[in-house]
């Protein structure tokens, strides 16, 4: 089954900084990668959408990247600002299976002015 | 497109009573997903269909709960009796098929339902 962990659960950063969002899962034979945005009352927002033949993804200060031999990813945030602020989750679907996500427990990113 | 519409928003109801959760997904979108978001468990799939046949309804917890696609356009889930463990976040999310270019899955804003 496979198993998607997101560390660390929370990090608060000040405005401006670059940061990273790290994402594992423990079966290489995936599909894609999706990283969404919750903001609180809200639903997820898609960012970025990584395919198993792909390693990488970029859409203005994001940029997420996929190695699949070590079944990790991470989502790179450039200047971040006060409204990167929001609950940031990693989904990967199983190759062989069909289009169901498995969720990490998101990462809880809080951007300081 | 006006994206993936779950009603309603917002619902309160007594334990025992039904509870119907509605969603229309993205037009020609081929796949529909219900999830259910706990601070406890997460985000966790319940059930998904496939050109309105259910493919997986392994994440249904109960035989409470039940889902339907009659259309194209129209999904529901229902639960009957509703007990206080119900209360959660019901997601449904809806995804276009399109081999190379992408299976994003878009999600509504979700029904948030407590059960008292």
């Known amino acids: 089954k496979q198993e998607v962990t997101q560390i660390p659960a929370a990090l608060s950063v000040p405005e401006g900084e670059n940061l990273v969002l790290n994402c594992s899962f423990t079966?290489?034979?995936?599909?894609?990668l999706q990283w969404f945005r919750q903001d609180p009352g809200k639903g997820l927002t898609s960012l970025l959408l990584?395919?198993?033949?792909?390693r990488e993804q970029t859409s203005g200060r994001l940029n997420a990247s996929l190695d699949k031999s070590s079944g990790r990813s991470t989502l790179y945030i450039a200047a971040s600002q006060p409204g990167d602020s929001a609950t940031y989750l990693c989904a990967g679907i199983l190759s062989g299976s069909a289009r169901q996500l498995t969720f990490g427990s998101g990462t809880q990113l809080t951007v300081l002015p | 497109d006006a994206g993936v519409i779950q009603s309603p928003r917002h619902e309160v109801t007594e334990m025992g009573q039904e509870v119907t959760l509605r969603c229309k997904p993205i037009?020609?979108?081929?796949?529909l997903f219900w999830y259910r978001q706990t601070m406890m468990r997460g985000l966790e799939l319940l059930i998904y269909?496939?050109?309105?046949?259910?493919?997986?309804d392994s994440g249904m917890p109960e035989d409470r709960f039940s889902a339907k696609m009659p259309n194209a356009s129209f999904s529901t889930l229902k639960i009957q009796p509703s007990e206080p463990r119900d209360s959660a976040v019901y997601f449904c999310?809806?995804?276009?098929?399109?081999?190379?270019?992408?299976?994003?899955?878009?999600f509504g804003e979700g029904s948030w339902l407590t059960v008292v």
């Open positions: 037009s020609g979108h081929d796949y």
């Open positions: 079966d290489s034979a995936i599909y894609n």
């Open positions: 269909f496939n050109n309105n046949v259910p493919i997986d």
């Open positions: 999310a809806s995804s276009f098929l399109t081999g190379g270019s992408g299976n994003t899955i878009y």
């Open positions: 990584i395919q198993s033949s792909q």
